[in-house]
């Protein structure tokens, strides 16, 4: 099993920067690849940034230029840096786990940017 611990949510203005940390526990040898999703409400949950094992990285057509997702295998933990932020980009955020029994999920953060 993996746990999934997320951070650094809150509010913030269009233009500003916040980072998102996931950090994660259990049986983290197992996990492929970690993430980040954004739900707002009425809409789909939608994938924002992904980085398998190999450093491999991928980006919602949003956010690419303002998000960088990393991660520390030292500490176990992925990185959202959100910079340049929209009030298109209030969600909810939920740091993923992608392994080869289950994917896992952290409780959610928000983020709301205000105009």
């Known amino acids: 099993q993996v746990q999934l611990v997320e951070s650094g949510g809150g509010l913030v203005q269009a233009g500003g920067s916040l980072r998102l940390s996931c950090a994660a526990s259990g049986s983290i040898f197992s996990i492929n690849t970690m993430g980040w999703y954004r739900q707002a409400p009425g809409k789909q949950r939608e994938l924002v940034a992904a980085?398998?094992?190999?450093?491999?990285?991928h980006y919602a057509d949003s956010v690419k230029g303002r998000f960088t997702i990393s991660r520390d295998g030292a500490k176990n933990t992925v990185y959202l840096q959100m910079n340049s932020l929209k009030p298109e980009d209030t969600a909810d955020y939920y740091c993923?786990?992608?392994?080869?029994?289950?994917?896992?999920w952290g409780q959610g953060i928000q983020v709301t940017v205000s105009s």
């Open positions: 993923n786990a992608d392994s080869v029994i289950d994917d896992y």
């Open positions: 980085i398998d094992r190999g450093g491999s990285t």
